[in-house]
């Protein structure tokens, strides 16, 4: 089962605009689009899903039963987040803090600690019109820590694959074969911190989606850094060719990174992006391109194995 | 009484630190003995709950009022817990801990009644993080 991260570094490069259209060019009957930018998720814009199956979730934090709490201090010892503290008698939690690890209720000698889930968002999944699966998640307003998030929505929305593939071949493809693995596109959130780093946990590949600039090009080698780190083979998307200048391509040529697609500064596929088309609605020609691509990442996966 | 300044150096003519979680140093004054302490904080580059690390540390050390120049919503929450006064300094102003004190026994410093700055202290302020911050 190939996962496909398309991430970036820069924002606003055109991550959501390559991950829906590689979706929308790829055998939908087999195809899965995971939004993981749980902060600002805008893919179903673009894809226009049904979001029929829907979940809480969050963070399992401690909740201290002061009767039986000694105030030993044990619970704040282990707490490598500093979210819990005693102060004299009191125990204190600190909700924002928290990472869910649950130390602090598996080292109290009372067992005065009890854990109870703190809902951080809320994830969604259903099928779009084009067949192509959807899941996203939604962090509420005001929570600071995206990981949890994306970790448990890449999990449930694998879960829920198979549910959402019936509903779309019963309507849309009745002869739609499910041969073949499933293909998993996760469009990342912005940037290399913790939750591009969720995203990217367990992929095959990453797609990384950069504009020819100064600004695009320092971001990319961080990306390319994490990609190393994690050993995901990667390969390139330069959007906006043509403008800036040569170096992006330069620095691919000498990690030896290869360029699978360019995308040119055009204001006809802005307005189309603007009005909520994906790019292969604007310019089917694209299908082909992405067709492509894919295959250059099925060889270059079936390379990596070797 | 047992009075915490945070400060950028251990010395008591160092200008104070203007976010109490990620003070250098805290001055640990008892203004009975007339004695003084400097303690280095341990938190000062923590990645992440500094205010909680800082606020326990000064009350561990029986801190009775903590002059600063802003308190993050951690920090302020634990003094609350412990009863501690928080007191912040003139805005615009660079004391050193010693003129904060004659301030304070003045009685010219004021108290204050809420958090003063968002979590993350000095470098997670409001739309300093933007897209990707985290």
């Known amino acids: 089962m190939p996962r496909i991260v398309v991430a970036s570094g820069k924002g606003g490069t055109g991550k959501t605009t390559i991950a829906t259209s590689l979706a929308l060019s790829l055998d939908s009957s087999r195809t899965l689009l995971i939004d993981c930018d749980v902060e600002a998720p805008n893919a179903h814009l673009f894809l226009q899903p049904r979001l029929e199956r829907r979940e809480e979730v969050g963070m399992l934090i401690p909740e201290v039963d002061a009767p039986r709490c000694t105030a030993c201090g044990r619970c704040a010892e282990v707490c490598a987040y500093h979210a819990v503290v005693v102060i004299g008698k009191r125990v204190l939690v600190l909700p924002q803090l928290c990472h869910g690890c649950g130390s602090c209720a598996y080292n109290c000698p009372e067992q005065a600690i009890r854990e109870r889930l703190d809902v951080m968002g809320v994830l969604e999944a259903g099928p779009t019109p084009s067949g192509v699966c959807f899941a996203r998640g939604m962090m509420q307003v005001g929570e600071a820590m995206a990981s949890p998030i994306i970790r448990q929505l890449k999990r449930w929305a694998g879960d829920g694959t198979s549910a959402c593939r019936q509903a779309a071949q019963a309507g849309l493809h009745p002869d739609a074969s499910s041969d073949g693995q499933p293909i998993v596109i996760l469009d990342a959130p912005p940037g290399v911190s913790c939750p591009v780093v969720e995203t990217l946990r367990g992929a095959d590949f990453a797609l990384l989606v950069t504009e020819p600039t100064p600004f695009g090009l320092h971001d990319l080698r961080l990306m390319v850094d994490v990609t190393r780190e994690l050993h995901i083979p990667a390969g390139i998307v330069i959007n906006r060719d043509g403008v800036g200048d040569g170096q992006v391509e330069a620095y691919c040529a000498a990690v030896d990174l290869p360029v699978l697609l360019r995308i040119p500064l055009e204001r006809s596929i802005g307005e189309g992006i603007a009005r909520g088309e994906p790019l292969v609605a604007i310019r089917p020609a694209y299908v082909a391109s992405f067709q492509q691509l894919y295959a250059c990442v099925e060889s270059i996966l079936m390379e990596t194995e070797r | ?134």
């Open chain 2, 1 to 134: 009484m047992k009075i915490v300044i945070s400060a950028s150096d251990g010395k008591l003519d160092a200008p104070y630190a203007a976010h109490f979680g990620r003070a250098a140093y805290f001055l640990l004054l008892d203004t009975e003995s007339d004695t003084w302490q400097a303690v280095a904080n341990p938190a000062v580059n923590a990645s992440s709950g500094a205010g909680v690390q800082s606020a326990q540390l000064v009350v561990n050390h029986g801190a009775q009022a903590v002059i600063s120049g802003s308190f993050g919503p951690h920090a302020y929450q634990i003094l609350m817990a412990a009863g501690v006064p928080m007191f912040v300094a003139p805005a615009g102003a660079s004391p050193s801990a010693r003129q904060l004190l004659d301030l304070f026994k003045a009685g010219q410093l004021q108290q204050i009644a809420a958090p003063t700055t968002a979590a993350g202290g000095c470098h997670g302020e409001e739309g300093a993080a933007g897209e990707g911050g985290r």
